[in-house]
């Protein structure tokens, strides 16, 4: 295993918002995207609840009334994006989402790699909804991932891939968070810590103000871009992202990430299944092995 980077069975897990309004955040992830509650547990005024599909937990809100709404010119969340097996399932997704009067449709791409639609929710927070092209079809230049930004008409992409069967499935067909999308001040600072430090690989540099990394060759676990946040500084306290959630499959994974960080001399909390760590924004990361249980990561 090469200890300088994460394992190739990596995967993210769910991700954490600061909400101020749990039911009708709740009631929005629910009928816009399709996911249910699985677990809750109130932490004195705190109030935290996952949401997800089947038995995987793709959202955690955390119910923090007192703080302030989400700075879209702040380091924190740009997406987190869902990913779903298939077309129909996407497509049935895309429709809950666009019918749901609170959504804000943001757009629609194909990235060569995969094809997404965007939206952001009732709190400023936004959302990618994707499913992934066939890796046989990726092109590779060199050590990156060719990706692009091409027009994607979300009306076709309905009218080939919309089925009633998915339409009517719901929840109980399968989705998880595919990666997730930062706002941050600097993107060398932010290569520093999430590629060297976290240990994902650079997958795309070549985009203005932004930046692509993974394990185990996946297009892309978490991005990091300055489009709005050009210049941040740490962040205040506020609703919005939480947590970013890596999963790793054991705890050779976790020892060669404490390396790693004390490598880099960054102070770190380790209580045996998961390492959590601050980025330079102060955005907290936990690297974890796989949860037992929705309680478990509630117990986070």
Do not use: C
């Amino acid at each position: 295993m090469d200890e300088r980077i994460l394992n190739p069975e990596t995967s993210m897990g769910a991700v954490t918002l600061r909400v101020g309004d749990l039911e009708g955040m709740s009631s929005y992830y629910a009928n816009a995207f399709a996911m249910e509650p699985l677990e809750e547990q109130s932490r004195g005024r705190e109030v935290h609840r996952v949401l997800g599909r089947g038995a995987t937990p793709l959202v955690r809100l955390i119910h923090t009334p007192d703080l302030p709404g989400v700075d879209p010119r702040q380091s924190g969340l740009f997406h987190t994006a869902f990913l779903f097996d298939d077309k129909p399932s996407l497509a049935a997704t895309v429709l809950r989402a666009a019918q749901d009067p609170r959504s804000r449709f943001v757009g629609s791409s194909d990235h060569l790699v995969s094809e997404a639609f965007y939206f952001t929710d009732l709190e400023g927070n936004g959302v990618e909804l994707y499913t992934d092209r066939d890796r046989s079809t990726w092109i590779h230049d060199g050590e990156h991932i060719r990706m692009a930004t091409e027009y994607l008409d979300p009306n076709e992409y309905l009218r080939r891939n919309l089925t009633e069967a998915a339409i009517e499935a719901g929840p109980s067909l399968a989705g998880k968070v595919g990666h997730v999308h930062l706002q941050v001040g600097d993107l060398a600072a932010a290569s520093a810590f999430y590629v060297d430090a976290i240990g994902f690989e650079t997958t795309q540099a070549g985009y203005p103000g932004a930046v692509f990394a993974s394990a185990g060759g996946y297009h892309h676990h978490i991005a990091m871009n300055t489009w709005n946040s050009r210049g941040s500084g740490p962040r205040a306290a506020s609703l919005g992202l939480g947590d970013v959630s890596v999963t790793v499959p054991d705890r050779d994974d976790l020892d060669a990430l404490v390396a790693r960080l004390q490598g880099h001399n960054l102070p770190y909390a380790d209580d045996g299944r998961s390492v959590v760590v601050n980025d330079p924004w102060g955005t907290q990361v936990t690297v974890a092995l796989p949860d037992l249980s929705t309680d478990e990561l509630l117990a986070r």
